[in-house]
Every structure is written in C-alpha cells, then in structure tokens.
C-alpha cells in the first residue's frame, strides 16, 4: 500500500507560481515512478508531467513544457511540482500518483495503481 498526500494547491493571479509537493509513505519510494495529473471542470484526466524513480527521467505535457518542473527528493519521500507563468487554463484539480510497478517513466495513466486526493489550483485571469 501506498499513502499519497498533495499540499500546495490555491488560487492565484495569472503570471504566477505555485509549487505543490506530494508526500509519499508505504514503499520504497526510490523504486517507483510517479506523476502529476489534473482534471479541468468539463474535461479528461490528463497527465502533467511524470518522473522516474531515480529522478533522472522526466516527461511533460506539451500545455506545460517550459513552465513546469517535476522533481522529487527520495530522501524526504517527496515529489513536487513547481509552475510558473501559470495561466486561466491551467485550473484544475491536482492529482499525484504512484505506478509502482516500474521504475522508468510512466505515461500510460493505466499504469498508475495508488492516487492523492487532489489539490486545487485556481489560476484567475
């Protein structure tokens, strides 16, 4: 089993920043991928962004490349998100997630077996 808790969510002016964190408790927290995802009113999960066990390897969403950046402490058992130059469009609810089942990057939302329970961001025009 693993536990996953976001922080860091809220509202805030377009050009703005925001860094969530996720906690993770459970496993070897080294050892599994993780992700970032988010869900707009009105529209599909998508993937944000997603990192290697390691930390070595990351992929983005194309809506993000540029302004976002996933990275993770495995000592601290931790995962975060920092967003820059956030924009309206970027609202959503928050998720991360575990795929505990690999170690390299994980695109496929199909391979991510533990989630959090969301933050909000809310990014005002």
């Known amino acids: 089993q693993v536990q996953l808790v976001e922080s860091g969510g809220g509202l805030v002016q377009a050009g703005g920043s925001l860094r969530l964190s996720c906690a993770a408790s459970?496993?070897?927290?080294?050892?599994?991928?993780m992700g970032w995802f988010r869900r707009a009113p009105g529209k599909e999960r998508e993937l944000v962004a997603a990192?290697?066990?390691?930390?070595?390897?990351?992929n983005y969403a194309g809506s993000v490349k540029g302004r976002f950046t996933i990275s993770r402490d495995n000592a601290k058992n931790s995962m975060y998100l920092q967003m820059n130059s956030l924009k309206p469009e970027d609202t959503a609810v928050y998720y991360c997630?575990?795929?505990?089942?690999?170690?390299?990057?994980?695109?496929?939302?199909?391979?991510?077996?533990?989630w959090g329970q969301g933050t909000q961001v809310t990014v005002s025009s």
């Open positions: 990192i290697s066990g390691s930390g070595a390897s990351t």
């Open positions: 997630a575990a795929a505990t089942r690999q170690a390299v990057v994980a695109t496929n939302p199909r391979v991510y077996d533990y």
């Open positions: 459970g496993r070897t927290f080294s050892r599994y991928a």
